[in-house]
């Protein structure tokens, strides 16, 4: 089993920064890769950004540029560093982890707002 508790999300101006936090507990040794994923209203869960345990990362083309995602191993922490925030960016943000086994684990999300 594992736990994945995000934080740091909030109301921002459009151009503004957020960076949100995945603290991750449990099992950690039966996750692949952490990363980022996001849901707007009426839209489906998209992946923002990833990040495997070597460290190599990937990213939605929306995102390239102003969003990095990091980990701090020793911490069991993954973050997403949002810079220069657009409205379209709106949505509620999930920490993701893919288990070993091929399933997915998921935080509770966490709401990202940016105003205009």
């Known amino acids: 089993q594992v736990q994945l508790v995000e934080s740091g999300g909030g109301l921002v101006q459009a151009g503004g920064s957020l960076r949100l936090s995945c603290a991750a507990s449990g099992s950690i040794f039966s996750i692949n890769a952490m990363g980022w994923y996001h849901q707007a209203p009426g839209k489906q869960r998209a992946l923002v950004a990833t990040i495997t345990k070597g460290g190599s990362t990937n990213y939605a083309d929306s995102v390239k540029g102003r969003f990095t995602i990091s980990r701090d191993t020793a911490k069991n922490t993954v973050y997403l560093q949002m810079n220069n925030l657009k409205p379209e960016d709106t949505a509620v943000y999930y920490c993701?982890?893919?288990?070993?086994?091929?399933?997915?684990?998921w935080g509770q999300g966490t709401q990202v707002t940016v105003s205009s």
């Open positions: 993701n982890g893919k288990a070993i086994a091929g399933f997915d684990y």
